[in-house]
Nanobody, 121 residues
């Protein structure tokens, strides 16, 4: 069964950086897209970034382009989200996700428990 565990969240001041990590446990993640979603209280869970197994196809939501970078280390079954220039509107619980397929956006199937990111002004 696919299991995903996130780490790296925390509380920071506006302008700071954080890097989130997500490690998948399972036989292999070959062929899986993986990504990051976020959900603030009272809001829908929305995709932040996604990346395919090949690392050749990457998606970012408009609000994080130029500030966040998703990357992947297949040998470690791990994805990362480097978040720079964090702003209060980035405050949310961030979830790691995975799905079998080669499209980095859209619906995902498997989910981690989430890690909280709080940005204060």
């Amino acid at each position: 069964q696919v299991q995903l565990v996130e780490s790296g969240g925390g509380e920071v001041q506006a302008g700071a950086s954080l890097t989130l990590s997500c490690t998948g446990a399972g036989p292999t993640f070959r062929g899986y897209a993986m990504g990051w979603f976020r959900q603030a209280p009272g809001k829908e869970r929305d995709i932040v970034a996604g990346i395919t197994w090949s690392r050749f196809s990457i998606y970012y939501t408009d609000s994080v382009k130029g500030r966040f970078t998703i990357s992947r280390d297949n040998a470690k079954n791990t994805i990362y989200l480097q978040m720079n220039s964090l702003q209060p509107e980035d405050t949310a619980r961030y979830y790691c996700a995975a799905k079998y397929g080669d499209v980095p956006s859209g619906q995902y199937t498997y989910w981690g428990q989430g890690t909280q990111v709080t940005v204060s002004s």
